[in-house]
């Protein structure tokens, strides 16, 4: 198996502009994550979906951000303006019943 | 789920074991202590997870203490690719609840030649 497959692995926008990454979980996982990582905050859990819903969002940091996850093989997270801050990695990890396997992560930065 | 205390960092040598404290004095029944790594530049990397016996796998052992209070992370003979931050989370087991985890500061673990 390929593993995670997060897209792109590296962007850099300008302020205002919409920023969409993209995520490919490992087949017959039924848990996808979405983390943020930054040196002050270090890693933190977004949002995660169970069989392609929602399940907890509460980590979504503001009405900017924004996730979909269509089907089982393929999620998004949406920025929308992006901001400086928003410069960070953004992981995606997808799970079986123990273990959590994380893609390389996007850097994404914001200027 | 219940919070976990590490040391933020220690130097071991290659060749060595590398010995990973944790404590999770407020852990309950049904929580499970789990173990990730962090290579710089990479997603973080299961390792091994627990709930109340000790356990070993290719890359380490996990012994929890009788109390469950806390455990230690053994890594047999580190070598200079072991360098990472690693993680002590502690999670419900239950697969219900989701696998969710609440990633801490970490130990940022230096192996040397």
């Known amino acids: 198996d390929a593993g995670v497959i997060q897209s792109p692995r590296h962007e850099v926008t300008e302020m205002g502009q919409e920023v969409t990454l993209r995520c490919k979980p490992i087949?017959?996982?039924?848990?996808l994550f979405w983390y943020r990582q930054t040196m002050m905050r270090g890693l933190e859990l977004l949002i995660y979906f169970n069989n392609n819903v929602p399940i907890d969002d509460s980590g979504m940091p503001e009405d900017r951000f924004s996730a979909k996850m269509p089907n089982a093989s393929f999620s998004t997270l949406k920025i929308q303006p992006s901001e400086p801050r928003d410069s960070a990695v953004y992981f995606c990890?997808?799970?079986?019943?123990?273990?959590?396997?994380f893609g390389p992560g996007t850097r994404l930065t914001v200027t | 789920d219940a919070k976990t205390t590490q040391p933020p960092s220690m130097d071991c040598a290659e060749g060595r074991a590398a010995n990973l404290p944790c404590n999770h004095s407020t852990i309950s029944g049904n929580e499970y202590v789990y173990w990730y790594r962090q290579i710089h530049s990479q997603g973080p990397q299961y390792i091994i997870h627990g709930l109340k016996n000790n356990e070993t796998n290719e890359m380490a052992s996990l012994i929890i203490t009788e109390d469950r209070k806390s455990s230690t992370l053994i890594l047999p003979h580190a070598t200079l690719r072991d360098t990472a931050v690693y993680y002590c989370i502690v999670r419900v087991g239950d697969k219900a609840a989701g696998n969710k985890l609440t990633f801490g500061g970490g130990t940022r673990v230096l192996v040397k030649p």
């Open positions: 087949s017959g996982h039924d848990y």
């Open positions: 990890a997808s799970s079986s019943p123990w273990e959590q396997y």
